[in-house]
């Protein structure tokens, strides 16, 4: 529905700061498509490799108007919070994209597309947390596939699975291996145009959703499954239907940095790096029914370290630890991950 030439504006009111913006940093990160701006007025003025440490150049700009001046023709809802849900004054700045033409991408629960029922020709409403049809239960097929599935799995929600496996995606090509990324959030799935919204997906459904997905990758030698939040987080179900649809080969551990417990909730614990990952291989495995994952390393989530050195002292403390390699896919390059996946 996106076409990769179309113009977009990243709606991110009040997120440019700060964890909620996650959708809006993705987009800017790996987007093929041009980006004109940002819209946020509380940092209207600046530019997002400045304010937000992107690596791409984009105006941030403070309204829809000042959007439409610079040629944007599609409006991305550019914030993923809690819960998943547009917030309420949102919608005036919505009706007034609508107004004016642009098409919107919305990644959030709360549907768009009910609200315009009659739009002109060439203007659209994505939603893309819809269930696609013909979804039916798993059955484990992903097992009997010859080649590599690589699980993103994380301690915690927005540690950074979904950048961690774009990377990589994207240099595991370069590096001319034949691998294909599996898109299971609204992130990855605007990134790169398909994929299966897991939240959005009846729990009776899920893991086939993951299974037919990762199916269709059959011809690949890498298969990359974006991960979805965490088996220590109370408000996470996602882990076992990526488990039991992907059926994975390896799994990728995701954490953040010097993160002790839940981001949101500190009064859960996270728990030691080592647990964590035999957690995850006993559950794939379970009871040596399913064929056993191995962890090949950690992506380290050190954005928030402004230092280089205190960055690659944290991989080494954990790499220490574990015996595995550890890296942040972003700051250092994932070819060491890649290294461990695909052995010469």
């Known amino acids: 529905m996106l076409n990769r030439d179309k113009k977009l504006a990243i709606y991110m009111e009040g997120a440019v700061v700060g964890y909620g913006g996650k959708m809006g940093f993705g987009v800017l990160r790996y987007s093929p498509n041009p980006i004109v701006c940002v819209i946020d007025s509380e940092t209207e003025?600046?530019?997002?490799?400045?304010?937000?440490?992107m690596p791409r150049s984009c105006p941030i700009v403070a309204d829809v108007e000042t959007a439409l001046a610079l040629g944007a023709e599609v409006l991305v809802l550019g914030i993923a919070p809690?819960?998943?849900?547009?917030?309420?004054?949102?919608?005036?700045?919505?009706?007034?994209?609508?107004?004016?033409?642009?098409?919107?991408?919305?990644?959030?629960?709360?549907?768009?597309?009910?609200?315009?029922?009659r739009l002109p020709e060439g203007q659209w409403i994505w939603d893309i947390r819809i269930e696609p049809p013909g979804l039916k239960p798993g059955t484990g097929a992903a097992a009997s596939l010859t080649n590599k599935r690589a699980l993103l799995i994380g301690t915690d929600m927005a540690v950074g699975k979904m950048t961690a496996g774009l990377e990589i995606y994207r240099v595991a090509r370069e590096r001319g291996i034949n691998a294909?990324?599996?898109?299971?959030?609204?992130?990855?799935?605007?990134?790169?145009?398909?994929?299966?919204?897991?939240?959005?997906?009846r729990v009776d459904f899920s893991a086939g959703a993951i299974e037919r997905e990762v199916l269709n990758c059959r011809n690949a030698e890498l298969v990359i499954v974006e991960g979805q939040g965490s088996l220590g987080h109370?408000?996470?179900?996602?882990?076992?239907?990526?488990?039991?649809?992907?059926?994975?080969?390896?799994?990728?551990?995701?954490?953040?940095?010097?993160?002790?417990?839940?981001?949101?909730?500190?009064?859960?614990?996270?728990?030691?790096?080592?647990?964590?990952?035999r957690l995850y291989e006993e559950l794939g495995t379970c009871c040596g029914i399913f064929p056993r994952p191995s962890t090949v390393g950690v992506a380290l989530n050190t954005s928030h370290i402004d230092d280089?050195?205190?960055?690659?002292?944290?991989?080494?403390?954990?790499?220490?630890?574990?015996?595995?390699?550890?890296?942040?896919?972003?700051?250092?390059?994932?070819?060491?991950?890649?290294?461990?996946?695909?052995?010469?």
């Open 45 to 53: 003025g600046r530019d997002m490799r400045e304010a937000a440490g």
């Open 82 to 117: 809690p819960g998943g849900l547009i917030p309420a004054p949102w919608y005036a700045v919505i009706d007034r994209a609508v107004e004016c033409g642009l098409s919107i991408v919305n990644g959030l629960h709360d549907l768009v597309g009910p609200r315009y029922p």
């Open 180 to 201: 294909e990324f599996v898109a299971t959030g609204q992130i990855g799935i605007t990134i790169t145009g398909s994929g299966v919204p897991l939240d959005a997906i």
């Open 234 to 277: 109370p408000g996470s179900t996602a882990n076992l239907p990526l488990l039991r649809g992907s059926m994975p080969t390896h799994l990728v551990l995701c954490h953040r940095a010097g993160q002790t417990s839940i981001s949101t909730m500190s009064h859960v614990p996270l728990a030691p790096l080592g647990d964590f990952i």
């Open 308 to 344: 280089d050195d205190e960055a690659t002292d944290a991989c080494q403390a954990i790499e220490h630890q574990l015996g595995l390699p550890c890296v942040d896919p972003v700051r250092h390059g994932p070819d060491r991950l890649i290294d461990a996946l695909m052995p010469d």
